[in-house]
């Protein structure tokens, strides 16, 4: 009977605790983000892994070096229904380049999508609640059997992911899993670097003046210095989609997160 509610404890504690985090923020300190990467995945040190891709203006960056180490890790992308036609056409592009075979759509659930936004428009009076019908719920079931995910954000994008960790608990859900941001210290130049070192496509839209690519209708282009995220969600108070925004203590969105069901 105490082994059985020994195990039954462990099945349902978090997958990863700060404590996790920390000693691999130690561990991997200093280290090339590639070996970083080729290290974790190779030694099978944080289980169940994706990464999570939007296919926006960065996205091939860590995309090529994943190809390098592991072409077969899942991708997933969030198809809302609402891209660019161009990040459509440039993921196709991305993944048959890089030789990723591993790809995953992750589609919204009609039945919610009918009963939550039958028009189409709930971006244009309550981007929370679109983001969360089109994002976070899908994203949240899509990473049911996953243990950790590999995210692009960088510190320079804007003030709110200036001070990320490379490890982080990814408190946007109750489960514990792990959140890397393996270019978190990458800056603008770096980026554009390895761009040219490697001949990787930019998204076609980057040049017209969109640092950063979100669903299309609450994308917006950008001027010259000006944040590069500045032009998501532009007059709204919002600056991330959900999926990486942390839960309350009560498991809850905090204020000014909550959709307006």
């Known amino acids: 009977m105490n082994d059985l509610r020994a195990i039954d404890r462990l099945d349902t504690a978090p997958r990863f605790t700060d404590d996790d985090a920390i000693r691999l923020n130690r561990m991997f300190r200093g280290q090339d983000t590639r070996e970083m990467l080729r290290n974790l995945i190779e030694d099978d040190l944080v289980g169940e892994l994706a990464t999570v891709s939007s296919f926006g203006a960065e996205s091939a960056v860590l995309l090529h070096l994943i190809s390098e180490v592991a072409p077969d890790l899942p991708v997933l992308f969030l198809e809302t229904g609402k891209h660019f036609d161009e990040t459509l056409t440039y993921r196709d592009t991305l993944i048959t380049q890089l030789g990723l075979n591993n790809l995953r759509n992750i589609l919204p659930e009609p039945g919610l ?3 939550k936004d039958e028009s189409g ?6 981007p929370d609640g679109c983001c969360e019908i089109r994002k976070v719920i899908p994203l949240a079931n899509a990473l049911a059997g996953y243990d950790a995910t590999l995210t692009g954000r960088k510190a320079f994008q804007s003030a709110t992911r200036a001070n990320l960790p490379r490890f982080e608990v990814d408190s946007s859900d109750a489960q514990g899993r792990l959140k890397i941001n393996p270019l978190i210290d990458w800056t603008a ?3 554009q670097a390895y761009f040219e070192e ?20 609450c994308t917006n282009k950008v001027a010259p210095g000006e944040d590069p995220r500045s032009g998501r969600w532009k007059g709204w108070d919002k600056t991330e989609c959900g999926i990486h925004t942390p839960l309350g203590d009560d498991g809850e969105l905090p204020p000014g997160f909550d959709p307006a069901f």
């Open 113 to 115: 999508i009918a009963q």
């Open 121 to 126: 428009l709930r971006w244009s009076y309550d």
């Open 189 to 191: 130049d770096d980026i």
């Open 198 to 217: 490697h001949s990787l496509p930019r998204h076609p839209l980057v040049e017209q003046g969109y640092p950063s690519i979100g669903c299309s209708p």
